[in-house]
């Protein structure tokens, strides 16, 4: 040892040995040198997975809250339109919710969350910012039922705007489609011609736009020409209506 410590005369031996031993350590330390490495990846893995699991809530939850914010986006320009469409209007409106709606070729119904408590009465006029909708036809306390003027039972009082000529429009059961069966096949009336409230009855506020015009068809033999329209209001698409309290009590209590 002392003469090897002196001179060194061992070095080319001891690099020999560790040349043999060094696969012998590397074999009893590769378990040990492996499962930390096992342990670390394993480590990382479920520290990404738990991230990737929180960031995906966060995520989640972002979403949510803008898909709310574009509701409420939405519902407040449906209601802007709604208050600018009868700005000019005699009385008083009242923006309400719908609750259900029953659509079928024998009815066209809607209820709303708004009944005697906010005084709504039979007869009362229903609109929206394109155009008529209905009327109440059954109120309780705290719910209304609309009859839409596309229910075949609906008659509503029009008159093309272009000409002033007075009309019926009767609902089909289709929500997009109103007849006029009681022009004459000489009527000045063409498609696009707009259809306003008339007013007579007293019930929808004259002037208040109801359906577009889409098709005039002369019927040969038939003193009557097959008019349809197709109704302004955003039947089966708005979430929200208005109320219209008439400035003249009783107006809109009327017949139809």
Partial sequence: MGF???YHA????RSALLAVVYPVQWLVNAPGAIGRKLADDLATRHALLKRNGQLEQELMKERVATARMSAL???????????????????????????SVDMSPFQNL?????????????GQPVIDAGGVVGQITHVGPLQSQIMLITDPASATPVEIERTGLATIAIGTGQLN???LPYLPNNADIKPGDKLVASGFGGRYPRGYPVAVVTSVTPQAGDPFAKVEAHP???IGREHEVMLYFSSHPGQSGAGQ
């Fill in 4 to 6: 090897d410590h002196q």
């Fill in 110 to 122: 809607v209820t709303i969350n708004a009944g005697k408590n906010l005084g709504v009465h039979t």
């Fill in 10 to 13: 061992l070095n080319h031996l």
């Fill in 232 to 234: 302004l209001a955003g």
């Fill in 177 to 179: 489609v109103l007849s």
């Fill in 73 to 99: 986006k939405r519902e407040n320009s449906r209601l802007r339109l709604l208050l600018n469409a009868v700005g000019q209007m005699p009385g008083r409106v009242v923006a309400t919710s719908i609750l």
